[in-house]
């Protein structure tokens, strides 16, 4: 998959260094990308695969858990183009406080 809006997440980490989970949610982000990168969905399900716990929502908008649970991705995936566009990057309680589906 072409990986969109990375820009996102590297604002996100570069205003919050030092802060407590940041190294460990960025290794994990790092993780995350090389799966997206080398991925090929087709479909929900195909992400469903790779990532159990993602949460398929309406307009194409899949939600990542980064970090266990304390962390969120929020992606908009063009199946048909192969391209995850990242829509959000936060805390659970950053996530908690968006509307994932009008992003």
Same mark, same amino acid.
């Given at each position: 998959?072409?990986?969109?809006?990375?820009?996102?997440?590297?604002?996100? $980490?570069?205003?919050?260094?030092?802060?407590?989970?940041?190294?460990?949610?960025?290794?994990?982000?790092?993780?995350?990308?090389?799966?997206?990168?080398?991925a090929?969905?087709?479909?929900?399900e195909?992400?469903?695969?790779?990532?159990?716990?993602?949460?398929?929502?309406k307009?194409?908008?899949?939600? $990542?858990?980064?970090?266990?649970?304390?962390?969120?991705?929020?992606?908009?995936?063009q199946?048909?183009?192969?391209?995850?566009?990242?829509? $959000? $990057?936060?805390?659970?309680?950053?996530?908690?406080?968006?509307?994932?589906?009008?992003?």
């Amino acid at each position: 998959m072409i990986v969109t809006g990375r820009d996102i997440v590297e604002r996100y $980490f570069a205003n919050r260094a030092g802060h407590k989970g940041t190294k460990a949610a960025r290794s994990q982000f790092d993780a995350w990308l090389a799966i997206a990168d080398q991925a090929r969905w087709r479909n929900p399900e195909d992400v469903k695969a790779s990532h159990p716990k993602a949460s398929i929502l309406k307009a194409s908008r899949v939600v $990542f858990n980064i970090k266990g649970n304390d962390y969120r991705l929020v992606a908009t995936v063009q199946y048909q183009a192969g391209v995850v566009a990242i829509r $959000f $990057f936060g805390t659970h309680g950053e996530y908690d406080e968006i509307d994932a589906e009008s992003l």
